[in-house]
């Protein structure tokens, strides 16, 4: 039988364990989560785990950990991060000493003096990137960001999966995501030069110690996967999951049933959280790059810019030495961005512009060493954008059947009028936009109105020149009236627009495009339109800003019918949790609203 003695220490043992079982710490390093049905780790290998019962049962699987410890201590080695907490947690706690050569190999490479979130912005090119991307960069001692090391949360994605399938089985689970490790420098090529994406780095305040257990729990999962969903367990979820070890505060947004990129660097942000932020720094994308300097030539300068590349390679070194140095240095530097973001964006340069390229080097190396400085670009970071959930309740007059309310709810993500600092600029994306609406005519409340997924790209070039444009698009998909003059007409649909924008000037957007729909309410009744659509949109000051969209639609089934349609839309006050707009709109009857946003 067991002594006094034991039994005593076993109960002391018991009550330990118990009570760390259920630290945040110790569930986070574990990756437990409550569930619906039961509670389990995230984590799908089961080499993970120490105990059998480990994946389910947080005290089963801390009892293992300290028995492997002590009687098997070369188990210390594949649990590094375990190691310092319980050493923190348990100062008394005396572990057998063991050599780690590869853990230390790892740590002397990994040497990090800072940790940084870094936001990469969105791109519509590619559905796993619309809502941006977030990874970690840790900083070493060296002054050479390029060589900085990241790690990045996301799907093993096969490479003949399409882009349906990868919508498909991203919102089913059909993935496994990690964590995996990479230079600085392969990041920013993908997403500076290659994807043309600008991306906002938040350095962290953290004690070393905190650094170092980042560290050692991203040595002890660098094997494991969870299962990955696009819009909860994804970049975002695990990353902010990872951080709340060492930020003891909650970095996922309250009140959502989804993740978003965005939401992590807004959490990271809020009174309370804002203190673990030392600062936050700018890359600018190849593009941004160019649009930057470009826009601070004067008319003289961009002259000549669009001189240099309509004529030919042959005349670029006399064009260049005909202009006084300061101009020259500043078109050298511009048509170099010029000419790599061309490179990039049609995949290589034609002989022509290699050559000029060439040329604008020569040029370079005859004149004077010194660099011309260039402004710095003053964009608004991630953090100062309105908030992405949506609930908006609106008053109507409607001509057809008079007054009316409207409850509107948007899971995510921006319209055209937002605040949308740090995103695709003239662009809309939003998911899951449903309304209701209640009439004093029927004194009854219905669906009127869904969208499953609103994209619009109107690609504004910020430059005019040749090669820096692309077609303004968008697609849409949902459930809507098929006019304004009836309650009880609401159909599917799948429309959308191709077409071109321009600058009319700063903060002041256009476009002509010719505008397609799909109706349909069952198999036997549906019609299609096309026409010509017209639209604007002015940001007049960073409260005011207002779109108009006109345009006429043919049915292209029977084309004696058409009718003209329009929406003009306004936003005031500069909130990120709050707007207000007025909404006028006309398809075969006109409709006035007044709309109350709220953001969160």
Known sequence: MASDRELLEKAIHESITRELAVSKKWLGLIHFEDGVVSSRSSINNSDFFLSPLGYKSPQAELKATLDKFIHSPITQCRFPARVLWLKSVMPNLILPQVHCAEYDSYMKAFRTESVSVLYASGYLGNPASMYGHVLLKFNGSENNDLLDNTFSYGAIVSESDNKLTYIYKGIMGGYQGHFANQKYHHQSLTYNESELRDLWEYRLNLTQDEIDLLLAHLWEIENSSMTYYFFKQNCSYQLAKLLEIVVDRPLLAPNKLWVMPYDLIMMLNQPGVADYIDDFIYHGSRQENLYNRYKQLNDKEKDWVQRIINQSSENTRSLLLSIDEVSAKRIIDTLY??????????????????????????????????????????????????????????????????????????????????????????????????SFLYTMETDALRLREFSLFNVVNLNVSQTGLPGDESNAWALKAGYKPTSLDCIKCSDIYLSGFYGKSWLIRDNFVGYSALAGEFQFSDFTNSNLLGGPEFGLVLDITPSWATSLIFGRS????????????????????????FDFRTTVRYDEVFEYAINVSMYW
Request: aromatic share 12%.
């Open 337 to 434: 961005d010029y000419y790599s973001f061309l490179d990039i964006k049609n995949e290589g340069l034609s002989k022509e512009q290699a050559n000029k390229r060439k040329q604008l080097l020569l040029v370079r190396f005859e004149l004077p060493p010194e660099k011309i400085e260039w402004e710095v670009s003053k964009k608004k970071p991630p953090h100062a954008a309105q908030n992405t959930a949506k609930l908006q309740v609106s008053q109507l007059y409607n001509e057809s059947f008079g007054q009316g309310n409207i409850l509107r709810f948007r899971a995510n993500y921006y319209d055209m009028l937002n605040l949308n600092a740090a995103r695709i600029p003239y662009s809309e994306l939003s998911t899951l936009d449903i």
């Open 554 to 577: 043919y049915n292209l089934i029977s084309l004696a019918e058409s009718k003209n349609y329009l929406s003009w839309e306004q936003r005031f006050l500069e909130s990120r949790d």
